[in-house]
C-alpha cells in the first residue's frame, strides 16, 4: 500500500541533516494526489548516478485520447510529445532533474511510456545535499510539489495543447505511412518541396533560420504522395540504382546527403526535414582508419594483399582507410542495408577509384584493391542494393551512373543527360563478384568481457564502456542520440547473454531475435534494471550490427589470425 504525500513530507522533515545514506529510506511508493511516485533507486552519495523515479497517472486521469494511442505509431509519437512537455514543464528544474530530452527526431522511447498502470514518466533526480548532509525540506519540496505540478502539466490532456498533440500524432503517421510506400515506388528516399535542409552550424541539428534556399526537386524526378489524412505531398523522389549527386564546394552536395541520412528518421514539426523520408533500413558507410574488423569477407574490393592475408574471412585490430570503408559496406550490406550513402569526402581515395594514368602506371594485377567504382553496378545487379554518392573531385562514377543530380546554390538539377554525354561505356557485366553474407557465430564467451562486473554504459553519443574496452562508435553516422547508445550498451549485455544460452545462433539471427524481443515488449527488455530502466531511443539493428562489429575482441567460432 502506498504511503500519501503527508506521510513523505514527514518522512523527508525527519531526515534532514542525517546522513546522505538515510535517503535510502525513500524507496517506495507515493500516492501524491495528482499522480503516484515511484521511487526505485536512491543514489548512495550526492556525487553517484542520481535517483531513479516514476510518476504514475492513471490513464482515466490522464484523458489521452485512445484513438492517438490505437497503434505503436500513434503511441510513440504521443509519448515523444509528452516527453517534450515534460522537459518543458522541467525547465525551472534544471540540474535537479534529468529527463531524456528528445531532440530533433521522434524516437521510440523509455521517457514516458503508456503501461497497464497508466501514463508513467521517468525521471532522474538530484537529491538535495550540504555536502553529504541531507537537506530533507528541499527535497520535500521538490517530490511532493514539484513533481506533482510536472505531472499535472505534462501528462494530463486537460493542460496540453490538444490540437498541437492531434497534429503530431497525425504528422507521424504520415511521415511513417510515406515511409511505407517508398520501397515500392523504387525510391531510396523523399526530399519535399520547401523543406530547409542546412543546419545552423556544424554542432547544430537546428534549422537554419535566415538565408535558407527551401528545397525544389527537379521537374524529372518530382513525385506525390497520398496521405492517411488526406494531405498530398510532393517533392523529389531519390530513385532505386546508383545515384550521384555533383556541384562546387558548398553548394549543398552533402547537406543533402546528411538529410537524406537523418530521413531514416522521423523529424518535428518545424525541423525543416520534417518530409525528408529515407528507407529505414539504409546505411551511411566511411572510411574509419584504426577500427576493428572480425571475419568478413571484404575479397570483392581487396584481394592478393602481400602478405597473403585471406580477405575473404579479414580480421585486424587496426584497418586502414581502404580496408575499414571495405569491411563497413560489407557488414551493412550483410546486416540487411537496401541502400548506402557514401561521401567522397570521407571516404578512402583509393577505395573509391582508379584513375586511367594511375590504371596505366600500376598494372591491375599489382593492386590489391579493386575500387568501388567498379563493384558499385554488381553491387546493385547482384544484391539488390543502392548507392547514393556524394562526388565533388571526379566524373568517373558518371560512367556507372543511372542518375546524376547537380546542386547550384542548393537548387538540384537533373544533368543525368549531360553526364550520360561525357561517360564512357559501362564495361560489360562479368563473373558474379558478391558471395551471398556468410552466418557469423561469435566464439564462446566472444561477448563477454573478461573481469566485465558492471553492465555496458554509453559515455555520450559515440562510445560506449564494454568491460575494459571502450567501444569507439564516433563514426556511426546515423545514431543520433545518447539514449540510443544506452540502448546499445544494454543490447551487447542481452546479445552475450543470447548467444551464451544458443550458441547455434550467428550475430545476425541473435540481433533479429533481440529486435523481435523489442517489438513484443518494449524498450524495457534491454534494461538491467527493474521499475525505471533508464532513457533509452531505440536503435535500428543496422547499428545494433555497427556496435558489435567494432568490439575489439570479438572473436568468431573457427576465426584465423588477424591480418592487417
Not at 532522474?124 to 527535497?139: C, D, K, N, V
Not at 523523399?190 to 523543406?195: C, D, M, P, S
Not at 546505411?283 to 576493428?292: F, I, L, M, N, T
Not at 556524394?390 to 543525368?416: K, M, N, Q, W
Amino acid at each position: 500500500m502506498s504511503a500519501d504525500a503527508t506521510a513523505l513530507r514527514q518522512l523527508l522533515t525527519s531526515l534532514d541533516g542525517r546522513s546522505y545514506g538515510s535517503y535510502k529510506q525513500l524507496k517506495g511508493s507515493y500516492d501524491l494526489g495528482p499522480c503516484r511516485l515511484l521511487i526505485d533507486h536512491v543514489q548512495v552519495d550526492p556525487y553517484a548516478p542520481p535517483s531513479l523515479m516514476r510518476l504514475v497517472v492513471d490513464r482515466d486521469a490522464a484523458g489521452i485520447p485512445e484513438d492517438l494511442l490505437a497503434d505503436r505509431r500513434g503511441t510513440v509519437a504521443t509519448t515523444d510529445f509528452l516527453a517534450r512537455a515534460l522537459v518543458h514543464a522541467a525547465a525551472p528544474l534544471e540540474g535537479r532533474l534529468s529527463i531524456g530530452a528528445p531532440a530533433q527526431e521522434v524516437l521510440e522511447r523509455t521517457t514516458v511510456a503508456v503501461t497497464s498502470h497508466g501514463i508513467e514518466a521517468r525521471l532522474a533526480a538530484e537529491l538535495p545535499a550540504s555536502g553529504r548532509r541531507i537537506r530533507g525540506r528541499q527535497a520535500s519540496h521538490l517530490l511532493t510539489e514539484e513533481l506533482p505540478r510536472l505531472a499535472e502539466a505534462a501528462l494530463s490532456h486537460a493542460r496540453l495543447d490538444a490540437e498541437a498533440l492531434r497534429a503530431h500524432v497525425t504528422l507521424h503517421r504520415d511521415q511513417e505511412a510515406l515511409r511505407d510506400q517508398l520501397a515500392e515506388r523504387g525510391l531510396v528516399a523523399f526530399v519535399g518541396e520547401g523543406a530547409i535542409l542546412p543546419r545552423r552550424a556544424g554542432d547544430s541539428d537546428l534549422p537554419l533560420s535566415e538565408g535558407a534556399v527551401p528545397f525544389a526537386s527537379p521537374a524529372s524526378l518530382r513525385v506525390s504522395f497520398d496521405l492517411p489524412s488526406g494531405r498530398r505531398v510532393s517533392g523529389m523522389g531519390v530513385p532505386d540504382g546508383v545515384t550521384v549527386i555533383v556541384g562546387g564546394g558548398y553548394h549543398g552536395k552533402s547537406t543533402l546527403l546528411r538529410a537524406i541520412e537523418r530521413g531514416v528518421y522521423p523529424h518535428r514539426e518545424g525541423d525543416g526535414r520534417e518530409w525528408v523520408l529515407t528507407r529505414a533500413d539504409v546505411a551511411a558507410v566511411r572510411a574509419e582508419d584504426g577500427r576493428s574488423v572480425a571475419g568478413v569477407d571484404i575479397s570483392p574490393f581487396i584481394s592478393g594483399l602481400p602478405s597473403g592475408t585471406d580477405t575473404r574471412r579479414f580480421s585486424t585490430t587496426n584497418a586502414s582507410g581502404s580496408t575499414s570503408q571495405a569491411a563497413s559496406l560489407v557488414e551493412a550490406v550483410d546486416a540487411g542495408a537496401s541502400a548506402l550513402l557514401i561521401d567522397e569526402d570521407t571516404s578512402a581515395t583509393n577505395f573509391m577509384l582508379r584513375d586511367a594514368r594511375m590504371r596505366a602506371l600500376i598494372p591491375a594485377e599489382r593492386e590489391p584493391i579493386t575500387p568501388f567504382v567498379d563493384r558499385v553496378r554488381p553491387l546493385h545487379t547482384e544484391r539488390g542494393v543502392s548507392t547514393v554518392l556524394v562526388a565533388g573531385g571526379s566524373g568517373a562514377f558518371f560512367d556507372v551512373a543511372d542518375h546524376v543530380i547537380a546542386l547550384d546554390e542548393y537548387v538540384p538539377r537533373d544533368v543525368t543527360a549531360q553526364a550520360r554525354a561525357l561517360a564512357d561505356a559501362p564495361p560489360p557485366p562479368g563473373e558474379a563478384v558478391f558471395a551471398p553474407p556468410r552466418p557469423r557465430h561469435p566464439a564462446a564467451g566472444a561477448l563477454r568481457p573478461t573481469g566485465k562486473r558492471r553492465p555496458a554504459a554509453a559515455r555520450g553519443r559515440g562510445s560506449i564502456r564494454f568491460g575494459h574496452e571502450s567501444l569507439d562508435l564516433a563514426a556511426v553516422s546515423q545514431l543520433v542520440d545518447a539514449a540510443q547508445t544506452q540502448a546499445i550498451a544494454h543490447a551487447l549485455d542481452r546479445l552475450a547473454e543470447l548467444t551464451e544460452h544458443s550458441p547455434h545462433l550467428a550475430l545476425d539471427a541473435a540481433i533479429a531475435a533481440l529486435c523481435d524481443r523489442m517489438d513484443a515488449e518494449g524498450l524495457e527488455t534491454l534494461s538491467p534494471h527493474h521499475g525505471h530502466p533508464g532513457h533509452l531511443a531505440r536503435p535500428r539493428p543496422l547499428e545494433l550490427h555497427a556496435a558489435v562489429n567494432r568490439y575489439r575482441r570479438l572473436r568468431l567460432a573457427e576465426e584465423p589470425a588477424p591480418g592487417r
